[in-house]
């Protein structure tokens, strides 16, 4: 027997098997559909919640923890900044960030980022001023998050942005490469460049010794392989390294420089700004743009990340305007404690993402781990070689100089901005550098608009061929009309547009010209890249409702193309002049689809029907379906010009073999697509609500007055049959019963006339050849769905089954032979 069964996988199962497939838009029971009460802006507390640690948020704050403290004195180190300031500023940002902010698993905290900057202030402020400004910074922050300018902000090019933080890597790699090789930075990274060489000479044995030893272990640590790697792993890099190094500097260099802190007692406060307004509101804006850029890119790095993480708890996407607010308010009592500048990091929240963090309680306790790791580890701390920091600090700067994203911005030509902008921040500074790279961008831009490349080919037949390359604007116009008039008249022209831009008076300039060279005899065709027509302006195309593929909406041509019929005017003598020169709507309507297929279709398919003309036709499918003016068979079947055989008739019947005189139109069909065009398969194919079938329905077709009509539903007699007989099971689609008795009619009508299919000689001989495959199909005409008869031996029942097609299913329909 056959079924038909649905492709779709069906994800729910049901024990009633009358009804055993559910609609793809309908969730399973007990579902969340939604995207919970907090939406995209992050996890806003609905009513009172207390604050959960989850397991995974207490060991991925640990982690996060193990990398901040080290991090955060290289960081202190690298601008010269009182040591205990870097771990003020983690545990602010672990805890006020963490709370306040919108992205719940983005650690802040010092950065890298910051250190060119922070350095400059405090070498030309003072350590005191410099906190004065990071408030400064931090009300800003506020005021920008208040206006919800977040967005915004990540409107500027990426390839500024990451050149802006590769020119700052590139500065922290020069000045902590002094301090590996045992001297101090300079004041500058042009400065720390040109005193490498002097450097070089006076190299000293311990620190090289340590830093190399830190750098080595942070290259080779998560390369270690099998099993003990996998283990060692659970300890971060940066961890290791530096505490690996302390042992090795507390045994073998026990007179390297080592860290210091301060007493707490001895800790400098915040002053006001005290210096010229203009460098100090410059200096304000620099802090605000890289910690408030570095932050947001590193926030929505973090969505990618979590949303990513195999498994897990969903984690709410980040709202960055909450999370500008939240740096602000972290960056104000920083700086009013003597703390570092702070910004979310990428390192950081990396190792928070993947540790399986899942809420913003990881991050809030990782600050409380540093600010008791300050007050009750100061003496472990103090051990702590400056050399490791220096080499810590070093790798994340070279790690801020990413191949990935040059290799990005050169795939968008974007290089020359990424690379103006990176020499701009090491020369001149992070703010002049920006302002660099924005000018370069704009000017590169600028250029693109400008430079179009306008060229006249001829071919051998004979067509002119206009290619321009870019965009055109009204600086091209020049060109572009030099161009065409070279154009002689009354010949066939190819205008190649290969942009993604025209303005109105390079249009005007085109269209004048095709208008004029058409009226001239001429022919002209305006075409893409990849030689696609572009279509005319809506205004010159007439008829534009009734497009190919579009018949659904030709009922509303006659509404919005013809203009209504004015009432004819008398003749003097009263009479009215004859209405026959009025075309009947039917007529308009041909003429305007001819129309149109030679003016928008005949073109790209003009080729392929000289090449069909040729060769002949050599269709692998004859498609036997019902009349029906709802059914286009290319458009259901994607199929073009001498892909399908077609046979349509009323109620898609099929004639039994040796059926009386006069029904041998089908038989002929047959014959002639099995034994001279030797189709490889069959398709019989209905439709739901068939006027046929419910002409079968409502009356017996014998007996009664002989019209062609009752005379041919004849053969559908067999189907009504079969439909009423006990000895056969309904059909089901998809899993359920028809929704009524004429759609089961439609169904059981598919599998009756494949019954009559393969009494025919040529099928019969063909199918036990095995060179021949049938196949029974039913199109849901309100549902736009296809549905497939398959082998039932494939499911094990004795019913007829339709199984809904999706865009997954097999291309091949493997096992869907009837």
Not at 157 to 170: D, E, F, N, Q, R
Not at 277 to 284: C, E, G, K
Request: aromatic share 4%; net charge neutral.
């Amino acid at each position: 027997m056959t079924a038909c069964v649905p492709t779709r996988p069906d994800h729910t199962s049901r024990t009633n098997r009358a009804s055993r497939f559910q609609r793809p838009h309908s969730p399973p029971s007990g579902e969340d559909s939604g995207h919970g009460d907090n939406g995209p802006g992050g996890d806003k507390p609905s009513g009172r919640r207390r604050f959960r640690i989850a397991g995974g948020d207490l060991s991925a704050s640990v982690t996060v923890f193990l990398i901040a403290v080290p991090m955060s004195l290289g960081l202190a180190v690298a601008i010269d900044a009182p040591l205990a300031a870097g771990l003020i500023g983690a545990a602010i940002g672990g805890i006020v960030a963490g709370l306040l902010g919108g992205s719940p698993l983005l650690v802040s905290g010092p950065s890298a980022g910051l250190t060119v900057v922070t350095a400059e202030l405090i070498q030309r402020y003072g350590w005191r001023t410099t906190c004065g400004i990071v408030i400064c910074a931090g009300v800003v922050q506020v005021l920008l998050g208040s206006l919800k300018v977040a967005r915004h902000a990540l409107a500027v090019s990426p390839a500024i942005v990451h050149g802006t933080l590769a020119g700052i890597g590139v500065a922290i790699a020069l000045a902590q490469l002094h301090i590996v090789l045992g001297g101090s930075p300079q004041s500058s990274a042009t400065a720390n460049a040109l005193a490498l060489p002097e450097q070089l000479t006076h190299v000293g044995p311990a620190a090289p010794l340590i830093g190399g030893l830190t750098l080595a272990i942070l290259l080779l640590w998560p390369r270690i392989p099998g099993r003990t790697g996998r283990i060692l792993r659970k300890t971060p890099a940066a961890l290791a390294s530096v505490a690996l190094a302390t042992t090795v500097a507390a045994v073998a260099a026990p007179g390297i420089a080592r860290v210091d802190l301060p007493s707490w007692r001895s800790h400098a406060l915040p002053e006001m700004p005290q210096g010229p307004v203009f460098a100090l509101a410059a200096a304000v804006v620099t802090v605000t743009l890289v910690a408030s850029l570095e932050s947001l890119l590193s926030a929505v790095a973090v969505d990618r990340l979590a949303a990513d993480r195999p498994g897990g708890s969903p984690v709410p996407r980040s709202d960055l305007d909450r999370e500008l607010r939240g740096q602000g308010f972290a960056n104000m009592l920083s700086g009013l404690v003597g703390g570092l500048p702070i910004s979310g990091g990428a390192v950081r929240s990396s190792a928070n993402v993947r540790t399986g963090a899942v809420s913003r309680a990881a991050t809030v306790l990782h600050g409380v781990w540093v600010l008791l790791a300050a007050g009750l580890l100061v003496g472990v701390l103090e051990w702590i070689p400056l050399a490791a920091l220096a080499a810590l600090v070093m790798m994340v700067g070279i790690q801020m100089v990413s191949f990935a994203h040059i290799r990005n911005v050169h795939r968008h030509r974007e290089f020359l901005v990424y690379a103006t902008t990176v020499g701009g921040v090491v020369v001149l500074g992070v703010l002049e550098g920006v302002a660099l790279g924005i000018a370069v961008a704009v000017a590169v831009a600028m250029h693109r608009l400008a430079r179009t490349r306008i060229v006249n080919e001829t071919t051998a037949d004979g067509v002119h061929h206009v290619r321009a390359r870019g965009q055109l604007t009204f600086l091209a116009v020049p060109r572009l009309t030099r161009a065409l008039a070279q154009i002689p008249q009354g010949t066939h022209t190819v205008v190649e547009l290969d942009g993604s831009f025209m303005d109105h008076a390079a249009y005007e300039a085109l269209q004048c010209w095709q208008d004029a060279h058409v009226a001239q005899g001429g022919k002209v065709e305006v075409t893409g890249r990849s030689g696609i027509r572009v279509a005319g302006p809506a205004s010159t195309v007439a008829h534009t409702c009734c497009r190919p593929w579009t018949p659904w909406r030709n009922h509303h041509c006659d509404e919005h193309n013809a203009a209504p019929a004015a009432e004819p005017a008398s003749h003097p003598d009263g009479t009215q002049p004859p209405v026959a020169t009025r075309k009947p709507a039917g007529t308009r309507q041909l003429a305007s689809g001819l129309s149109a297929f030679q003016r928008n279709t005949a073109p790209l398919v003009r080729d392929e029907l000289a090449r069909l003309a040729r060769e002949g036709q050599q269709p692998s499918q004859l498609f036997l379906t019902c009349a029906d003016s709802r059914l286009v068979t290319s458009m259901i079947t994607s199929s073009g010009p001498g892909d399908l055989f077609t046979v349509r008739n009323v109620g898609n019947l099929v004639p039994p073999a040796g059926a009386e005189a006069g029904d041998d139109s089908v038989a002929a069909a047959i014959e002639y697509a099995v034994d001279v065009l030797e189709v490889e398969s069959i398709t019989i194919c209905g439709h739901s609500g068939c006027g046929a079938m419910q002409a079968l329905l409502n009356g017996p077709v014998e007996g009664g007055e002989s019209t062609p009509l009752r005379r041919w539903l004849r053969h559908g007699a067999p189907s009504l049959k079969r439909m009423k007989s006990r000895h056969h099971s309904w059909a089901r689609i998809s899993g359920r019963l028809p929704t009524d008795v004429v759609e089961q009619l439609c169904l059981t009508n598919v599998v009756q006339q494949l019954e009559h299919l393969r009494q025919h000689e040529s099928v019969k001989r063909r199918l036990a050849e095995g060179t021949l495959e049938l196949h029974g199909m039913y199109f849901h005409v309100a549902e736009a769905q296809a549905y497939l008869l398959v082998d039932g031996a494939r499911v094990g029942e004795t019913i007829e089954v339709f199984d809904r097609v999706t865009p997954s299913s097999d291309p091949e329909l493997e096992g869907l032979s009837a």
